[in-house]
């Protein structure tokens, strides 16, 4: 009888921490390793200077 109190409490202990898990966001992403942020600057970031509005008028402009 002894051993099988033993046996439910080990059990109990088991399964109590192993439900413990690290914290996670609603997204489901680990607290500690956030998923980068889409407002950071990428390394091949787009460019977006050059107007073709622009170029067109210009060109218009030369004839």
Known sequence: MKHTYLLIACAA???GL???EEKKSLDGHSMEKPPPSAFMERDS????DDDP???ES????QN
């Open 58 to 61: 210009a060109g218009e402009e």
């Open 45 to 48: 970031v787009p460019v977006f």
């Open 13 to 15: 202990l088991v399964l």
């Open 18 to 20: 192993s439900a413990c």
């Open 53 to 55: 509005v622009e170029e």
